[in-house]
């Protein structure tokens, strides 16, 4: 079931349109992508479901009832740009964030001890938010994020601003959270992480929907014929009227060939005709990693 | 209403906390104070200091034994002696100063100079010049040949001092300084000048770090605008009450140390006061007449100006100005507030201040003018206009401003600043969330008719 949705939400600014009629459904406890160029419209839409701004039309439901302004409080919002006092201390903000989400102060400072030990930054306590790098106030407006347990979690461009170390600490902590019950909707252009972490994406170009659909059935669509052949030694393959080699190359002892089929041919007879050049070791459908699947889509529109 | 109260909390707790907050917060009153003070204080310590000065003159003897002795300066007559030689020496001679006369002085009024090492100071000049100008008008008048010219010259000598008295509806008498009412007026107006200033364009700040640090979008889906905005004023406010009160007892209190050590403890007060209430009694006018002479002038002075600055109305004072302090800050810092919202950064506001600056100028302008004319029909609308009432109507109150007036000028003002702060919610939820984009007055007047 799903536990968000959004039906053909259309949002004007001024004359220009920022949304139009943009649907998507978030199934419940998976995590949803949102995809696009700069300026597609990805914030606004994520402004909506926060309610900081109202459709223009079109409706939005929580766990199949309306959006109401008191949902807030099941909703967690990391911005893009992070969005932090600079002069107060890490601590207090922290605080008082938890206390505008509705939590009582001595709740707060139980769960803010639990995340600050998780996220190892307990020592941060007593400094002031300008004191620390940005990849550090990013964790701290993490943790004021989750801290309310929201059921539903949005999370505007996570990984900006956070090195390799710590972007595989938060895609943790983002699939922990997953488990424990959220639904959590993100933006990014990091799409290695589309493709770690999203169960279904929805790519925006300049207001509209292009893409949408689960990651794996994209990819598949997507495949578009191609497969890859790896063979021990060194093994070429020449095309012929089925297929074409789309690329050969070594790597250690193996050789990587990508081909395409340009015919009905079946993959049982692919296999026939190249199993005489060597010992094969594996033999997989080529899925397009999602930035592939991006670019194309994008410029396939232009 | 509890999201409220917790950002009121951070917005008065950070600031209440900072370090240049509790520096002025202590050091105003001390540097009010000493304003106050200090030229008493320099005005009766220069007793002390005793001058010799040598006085020639150029080939005459017409102003000897002229100038008299006082009680902190000798006047010593030198006859034969040149200003050249002593020029040199009159300091080792033991003399503060030379004071030269020309004979031309009758004719020319700056053939007269005083040389010293140090700057003289005013009073020692003005003697001086009061002393010589009173020889010269007394010689003019010689040359006339009036008959008895010296026992009518000692029939005009009169001196007059005004004393102000006021009377209340009771009947009862008063005395007054206006003096004091002018410097409260003064002070009131220009305290109101720069809290509403100064707070209001701290909430103005306050919006504009929130929106450029994007901290609103994290607010804002947690509250709703009109309640942040509220909430960073009302905070602001109590920041500003705060110091006001702070600064209130301060002041009673430093004003209660002067008067218990600096005034001598015989009864200065109730001298005073009891004059006005014996004004028709001719004996007791000598009696205390002979009782001042005792007293040093400048003290009874100060002490008359002490009691009647305690003899304000400090209650309807305190109420007006807590009264128009809230309404005029509400009405400007929502203002402010909105101005905050509509930009993205600081020197975007400078378009947006001058309008708004002007009629606080004005309000400034107009309570400086409302000093020497408290009952002029400038300063009784702008003590209505809202936007110019509370600094106007806090200068015009020393000078007893008639219930009625109070009261109009007050209700006009709660229903200005409701409207203000309607209008300044509306264009601040919008503007918050708007980057980019400059603004104009006219987006603003866009904003202001949206309706979602």
């Given amino acids: 079931m799903a536990l968000f949705e959004a039906v053909n939400v259309t949002k004007k600014y001024g004359d220009q349109l920022a949304l139009d009629k943009v649907s998507i459904s978030v199934p419940e406890q998976s995590i949803y992508g949102l995809l696009g160029p700069n300026g597609a419209g990805k914030t606004t839409l994520i402004r909506i479901i926060n309610q900081i701004t109202g459709p223009d039309s079109g409706e939005l439901y929580l766990n199949g009832k309306k959006l109401m302004p008191e949902d807030v409080q099941v909703i967690g919002y990391l911005p893009e740009e992070r969005g932090l006092y600079k002069k107060m201390k890490v601590g207090e903000q922290a605080l008082y964030f938890a206390q505008l989400k509705g939590l009582s102060k001595a709740e707060a400072m139980k769960r803010l001890k639990y995340w600050f030990n998780k996220l190892e930054i307990t020592e941060w306590w007593g400094k002031k938010i300008e004191e620390l790098s940005k990849g550090m106030a990013q964790k701290v407006q993490f943790v004021t994020t989750v801290l309310h347990e929201p059921k539903l979690l949005i999370f505007d461009e996570p990984f900006t601003g956070f090195d390799p170390l710590n972007t595989n600490i938060i895609k943790k902590e983002i699939l922990y959270l997953r488990e424990r019950g959220a639904t959590i909707i993100f933006s990014t252009h990091n799409m290695e992480s589309v493709e770690e972490l999203c169960d279904n994406i929805t790519l925006i170009d300049k207001a509209k929907t292009l893409l949408e659909g689960s990651v794996h059935d994209i990819r598949s669509q997507w495949a578009a014929n191609e497969y890859d052949l790896v063979f021990d030694g060194d093994v070429k393959i020449e095309g012929n009227g089925d297929y074409n080699i789309l690329n050969q190359q070594k790597e250690g002892n193996k050789s990587i060939i990508r081909l395409k089929t340009i015919s009905s041919i079946k993959t049982n007879d692919i296999l026939q005709t190249v199993l005489k050049s060597g010992n094969l070791i594996s033999f997989n459908p080529a899925l397009p990693s999602m930035n592939e699947i991006f670019i194309r889509v994008i410029e396939n529109r232009n | ?452």
């Fill in chain 2, 1 to 452: 209403m509890n999201k409220i109260s917790v950002i009121i909390k951070r917005e008065y707790v950070t600031r209440v906390r900072k370090k240049s907050f509790i520096i002025m917060t202590i050091l105003a009153p001390l540097l009010m104070a000493s304003i106050i003070i200090l030229p008493t204080m320099i005005m009766m310590n220069q007793d002390g200091e005793y001058k010799k000065i040598a006085v020639i003159e150029d080939n005459s003897d017409l102003f000897k034994g002229v100038i008299r002795n006082t009680k902190d300066a000798e006047f010593v007559y030198l006859e034969n002696v040149k200003v050249e030689d002593l020029q040199k020496t009159f300091e080792s001679a033991g003399y503060y100063g030379i004071l030269y006369i020309s004979p031309e002085l009758i004719n020319v009024p700056n053939a007269v100079q005083l040389i010293s090492k140090q700057q003289p100071p005013i009073g020692l000049l003005q003697y001086i010049e009061n002393s010589l100008k009173k020889e010269i008008e007394r010689q003019k008048l010689l040359a006339y040949k009036i008959e008895n010219l010296d026992e009518i010259m000692k029939n005009i000598e009169t001196s007059v001092s005004v004393q102000t008295k006021k009377i209340d509806e009771t009947g009862a008498v008063k005395g007054t300084s206006t003096g004091i009412a002018m410097a409260l007026a003064y002070l009131f107006g220009f305290m109101m000048y720069m809290l509403v200033f100064i707070f209001g364009a701290q909430v103005m700040r306050g919006v504009i770090e929130e929106k450029t640090s994007r901290v609103v979008e994290v607010i804002i889906s947690s509250v709703k605008p009109i309640q942040l905005m509220m909430g960073k004023i009302i905070g602001i406010a109590l920041v500003g009450l705060t110091q006001f009160f702070i600064w209130i007892f301060l002041t009673i209190g430093i004003a209660t140390v002067v008067k218990t050590t600096v005034l001598p403890k015989n009864n200065l007060t109730e001298l005073t006061q009891s004059v006005p209430q014996n004004m028709m009694s001719a004996d007791n006018q000598a009696a205390v007449a002979a009782q001042s002479a005792n007293v040093s002038p400048q003290l009874a002075e100060f002490s008359k100006m002490f009691d009647s600055a305690m003899n304000q109305p400090w209650g309807l004072i305190i109420f007006c100005f807590i009264f128009y302090f809230i309404t005029g800050y509400l009405l400007y810092a929502s203002v402010f507030a909105a101005i905050g919202s509509a930009v993205d950064n600081e020197t975007e506001t400078q378009q947006f201040m001058l309008p708004v600056t002007i009629p606080i100028i004005i309000a400034l302008m107009v309570a400086i003018g409302t000093m020497q004319n408290p009952e002029s029909s400038l300063s009784f609308w702008c003590s209505m206009i809202p936007l110019t009432s509370p600094i106007v109507m806090m200068a015009r109150i020393p000078f007893d401003v008639p219930y009625w007036q109070i009261a109009v000028s007050m209700a006009l003002m709660i229903v200005t600043f409701l409207a203000f702060v309607w209008m300044a919610a509306k264009v601040y939820r919008t503007g918050i969330l708007m980057y980019g984009k400059k603004t104009s007055w006219k987006e603003m007047w866009k904003w202001l008719r949206y309706s979602g």
